[in-house]
């Protein structure tokens, strides 16, 4: 069960009251990048997780995540405290009120439709989504989403603290940061403590491919590198001597019953293309300047 705390997991103090400021905090808010998303993302997670570790670890983060979010939160509802008392008793001039929302961002949105309380919204307004957690159910893959969830998430609140010279809230955006930079190392160290951990899943890779770099992208530019030459690889330049690398046809085919077979081929017949024939076309009809060559008129 979860019980709440009235206490913050770290004290939030607002200098003065910013709405446009507001609306960019929504972004770790109700943002892809954001504490509600970190949050779902772990709490379902441990849900169906089996390892008894894995599992306290994802609950104990994902309560933490929402106690992050009562955090960037109140940091809303802060900076939106003047305007929601200035808008709803109407306490300033008509010129300054809607002065006040429209210095910026989507503070207007947040101020007349959410009345200044923190919106489940990224910081353009576009709502929360579940898409935006990417959870598989395979604890190699989790933790890796994870890992990079947390340096997503650490760099949107290094990008929030480099906007904002408020000092109160550089110190509860740094206390954030901090507190995914430590989530990361947890998620790295789950996962390099369960071994085997790479590839990802039950079934082995083929053998001659999982060494294989492909030089697809070839010209002025190629550059080796440890993650293309050295001992564990095989360098493929030549590609195009070298497809299929199965050495079969390279084509593609299945094998269908008669009942199919005959249907695509009606499919085919009924839409084949003439390559002799050479049809005028509206374009051609309409053509004025600037049209290019068209078919000639008969
Ligand atoms: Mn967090
Ligand atoms: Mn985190």
Request: net charge negative; charged share 20%; glycine share 10%.
């Amino acid at each position: 069960m979860f019980m709440h705390n009235k206490k913050l997991q770290y004290t939030v103090r607002v200098s003065e009251p910013n709405p446009v400021l507001a609306s960019f905090m929504l972004e770790q808010f109700g943002g892809p990048q954001g504490e509600l998303a970190a949050a779902m993302r772990y709490f379902t997670q441990g849900l169906a997780e089996e390892d008894p570790g894995r599992k306290d670890m994802l609950l104990d983060i994902a309560t933490e995540e929402l106690s992050h979010l009562e955090i960037i939160g109140s940091i809303v509802a802060m900076l939106n405290k003047g305007v929601k008392g200035t808008l709803a008793e109407a306490s300033l001039a008509e010129a300054d009120l809607y002065r006040s929302l429209n210095s910026g961002g989507n503070s207007h949105t947040q101020a007349l439709l959410y009345g200044g309380g923190p919106s489940l919204t990224n910081s353009s307004g576009v709502p929360w989504t579940a898409a935006y957690i990417d959870s598989i159910g395979d604890p190699a893959c989790d933790l890796r989403s994870n890992i990079a969830a947390e340096s997503r998430a650490k760099i949107v609140y290094e990008r929030l603290i480099n906007i904002t010279s408020d000092s109160g809230i550089k110190d509860a955006l740094g206390f954030l940061m901090t507190r995914e930079i430590a989530h990361q190392k947890s998620f790295e160290k789950a996962l390099y403590a369960m071994e085997p951990n790479f590839p990802p899943g039950k079934l082995p890779g083929m053998g001659k491919f999982a060494n294989l770099y492909v030089n697809a992208s070839q010209g002025p530019g190629d550059t080796e590198g440890p993650w293309s030459s050295g001992e564990q690889w095989e360098k493929l330049d030549r590609v195009e001597e070298s497809i299929p690398l199965d050495g079969g046809d390279g084509m593609a085919s299945v094998s269908l019953s008669a009942q199919e077979r005959t249907a695509i081929n009606a499919l085919s017949e009924r839409t084949m293309s003439d390559p002799q024939s050479d049809p005028m076309t509206g374009a051609d009809l309409g053509a004025g300047p600037g049209a290019g060559s068209t078919t000639r008129r008969r």
